[in-house]
């Protein structure tokens, strides 16, 4: 699997584990100096310590998702649970990635992709030239939703429907090896991302179609 399949041992090895893998991502893609890196890396981890802490799942075992693929052979509630999802494309292997982290793992991920967005939101209302403030918002919305996955239940039908509902966080791990294969051929990329009416919708596409 990709850069985040890491397995982590007890709770004080999860900074350090974790600092490892963001700093220098945040240098590299965001383009920050080493010391940039660690202030960013320790505003979004303290972020997801306290997102963990407020979430249901901060006392789960680190190996739950295996014992969710167990208990999917025999519990009705769990089997129901994992059905949505591979109605999705879910994948054992994605079962494991995702519920086999430590919880704070998951919560850096989720945090990490909210901050993207939200810059990203910000940087679009900043350069609109929209008439009013609630069109710029409006705008910039479809924009963040055009180029980011929206994670979350894909029964949640409250701003976007069909293709276009949030994505189950289990596929995260196989859209990011998906985005990285896809920059060998930029331009067609960009295509498929101008035709399709957002993000999420691209991908359930090319889930259809066997290629993610």
Same mark, same amino acid.
């Given at each position: 699997?990709?850069?985040?399949?890491?397995?982590?041992?007890?709770?004080?090895? @999860?900074? +350090?584990?974790?600092?490892? @893998?963001?700093?220098?991502?945040?240098?590299?893609?965001?383009?920050?100096?080493? &010391?940039?890196? !660690?202030?960013?890396?320790?505003?979004?981890?303290?972020?997801?310590?306290? #997102?963990? *802490?407020?979430?249901?799942?901060?006392? *789960?075992?680190?190996?739950?998702?295996? @014992?969710?693929?167990?208990?999917?052979?025999?519990?009705?509630?769990?089997? &129901?649970?994992?059905?949505? /999802? +591979?109605?999705?494309?879910?994948?054992?292997?994605?079962? +494991?990635?995702?519920? =086999?982290?430590?919880?704070?793992? +998951?919560?850096?991920?989720?945090?990490?992709?909210? =901050?993207? !967005?939200?810059?990203?939101?910000?940087?679009?209302?900043? /350069?609109?030239?929209?008439?009013?403030?609630?069109?710029?918002?409006?705008?910039?919305?479809?924009?963040?939703?055009?180029?980011?996955?929206?994670?979350?239940?894909?029964?949640?039908?409250?701003?976007?429907?069909?293709?276009?509902?949030?994505?189950?966080?289990?596929?995260?791990?196989?859209? $990011?090896?998906?985005? &990285?294969?896809?920059? $060998?051929?930029?331009?067609?990329?960009?295509? &498929? @991302? #101008?035709?399709?009416?957002?993000? $999420?919708?691209?991908?359930?596409?090319?889930?259809?179609?066997?290629?993610?």
């Amino acid at each position: 699997m990709g850069m985040f399949s890491k397995f982590f041992g007890s709770s004080s090895d @999860i900074e +350090r584990e974790l600092e490892e @893998i963001y700093i220098p991502m945040f240098q590299m893609t965001l383009g920050m100096t080493l &010391e940039q890196a !660690k202030k960013h890396f320790q505003e979004l981890f303290k972020a997801a310590k306290e #997102e963990s *802490l407020k979430g249901k799942t901060k006392n *789960l075992p680190q190996n739950y998702g295996d @014992i969710l693929l167990e208990e999917e052979k025999t519990n009705n509630e769990i089997k &129901e649970f994992l059905a949505k /999802k +591979r109605k999705e494309g879910i994948k054992d292997n994605d079962i +494991r990635w995702w519920w =086999n982290m430590h919880d704070i793992e +998951r919560a850096m991920l989720y945090v990490v992709d909210e =901050n993207s !967005k939200m810059a990203t939101y910000l940087d679009e209302i900043a /350069k609109s030239d929209a008439e009013n403030l609630d069109k710029a918002m409006e705008d910039a919305t479809k924009r963040v939703r055009k180029f980011f996955t929206i994670y979350g239940d894909p029964d949640d039908t409250t701003h976007t429907k069909g293709d276009d509902r949030p994505l189950p966080f289990e596929l995260k791990d196989r859209i $990011n090896i998906f985005v &990285e294969s896809k920059k $060998n051929n930029i331009e067609e990329y960009k295509k &498929e @991302i #101008e035709n399709s009416s957002t993000f $999420n919708a691209l991908i359930r596409s090319e889930i259809r179609k066997g290629n993610l």
